[in-house]
């Protein structure tokens, strides 16, 4: 695949025509936008070594795409869209793709800050972990200890966060600094399968596996104290609390469910495109916006499921420090999703337009003064987390204006996997991975050994070079670095 170098951190992929296999017969499929990607050389050539362009080009290729398709930093191989990969389409006459959203709908990252000190948590950083670990189930399967009937499931997937509220597993400001309010519009219970809610109804408030984990950090860096105390971030060695898990088997299943939808419609339709991951159908269809609302079922249940764990982590800390959450200043900074799509309005050619922005792996940055923003971040921009490894660290960032021209107001999620998990467990020992963690002063408690070789710091690009690259296309501004103490991995 051809790459342009346009700039330090900006290369292109020129429209072109590309060929693909479709029903047993090649064809033709012509980009419509260019492909943006922003990265420095070195990540360049680690996302060369999968289909991670392959991909991005396929989905510039889509009916309705607008103005470029995006491969943030942290881009790797996934499912039809590829993981970092940002895309908007025409309200109306735009495809609609659950391949750009992904199976874990509303994967996101929240963060909590404490008025605890470093030195306070080291002395019970084991105890807090196993109390962690007992009252929030991890792992594949892993259920919570949370029960519900179908009614509430029904209740919840359609009001999100307003629903912990009115069961007391969470406080106003839960909600303040949630995006969306914990709480996606349009979201209908009916449409969603039986075999989704079965699946999903037992594992509220579960972390589940992979690369899901929460975190005990602490502050090591301040880069902008002005902001950093807006968000109650006032000194190094500050005790901060980072959630990372989404809506589980739940939003997996509504994905299958709608993939095996669209894939059926985009025959009635005749709808072609180049793979057909990337199946979807056009927004004004009643696939995509019975699609829609099925999302919106799963990402509420996403916010819900952090909040419920948000709720378990305060009763462990006031159990471990005989105190109250609200003494401790156990209090929501942000809460942000990376595997969503919104409605959301964008300049293209010079003209304002509605469009359906696909974010997979890819964290909203809305600069200061968006109308969509919290009162208290409309003067420093919305709170970006950007999670690194177990043996790095993890940047909390406040988006910038540039971003609404580059990325459709959009940033990594992450630092990206350079190797699968077959390969990273084949390479590395999950006793060695804890063991050289620890010495570092980290502590992990995990499922299993497997899945600490999975997540084996090295599997990861450098967290470095991604912020990096987005502070210097003016992206984001790093505000903090925090450095895990402990580690509960799904």
Known sequence: MNVDKLDTYVYEITPKTLMARVSGRIMKFQMKV???????EQILNEIQKD??????????????????AIALSDAHQGYGFCIGTVAGTYE???LISPGGVGYDINCGVRLLRTNLDEKEVREVTIDLLNKIYTKIPSGLGSKGKIKITNNNLDRLIENGLNWTLEKNYAIENDLICCEDKGCLEGANANLVSNKAKKRGISQLGSLGSGNHFIEIQKVETIYNERIAKVMGINRKGQIMLMIHTGSRAFGHQICTDSIRTMEKAMKDY???????????????????QNYLSQMACAANFGFCNRQIITYWIRKAFEEIFN?????????????VCHNILKKEEHEVNGKKEKLNIHRKGA??????????LPMKYKTIGQPVLIPGTMGS???LCVGKEESMNLTFGSTAHGAGRVMSRSKASKNYWGKDVQKELMNKGVYIKASSLKIIAEEAPEVYKDINQ???????????EKIVKLRPIGVVKG
């Open 92 to 94: 109306n006459e735009g």
């Open 34 to 40: 260019p492909v943006h990607i922003y990265v420095n």
């Open 363 to 372: 964290t909203r940055a809305f600069p200061p003064g968006h109308p969509v």
């Open 323 to 335: 105190q109250n959450f609200e003494d401790l200043d156990i209090n929501l900074i942000y809460d």
């Open 270 to 288: 005749e709808i072609y495109i180049p793979d057909r991951e990337l199946s979807g159908t056009l927004a004004n269809s009643n696939e995509a």
């Open 51 to 68: 289909r991670t362009l392959e991909q991005i080009s396929n989905v510039a290729c889509l009916p309705g795409i607008a103005k470029h």
């Open 393 to 395: 660290a993890s940047y």
């Open 466 to 476: 991604i912020i990096k690259i987005s502070e210097h296309l003016g992206i984001i």
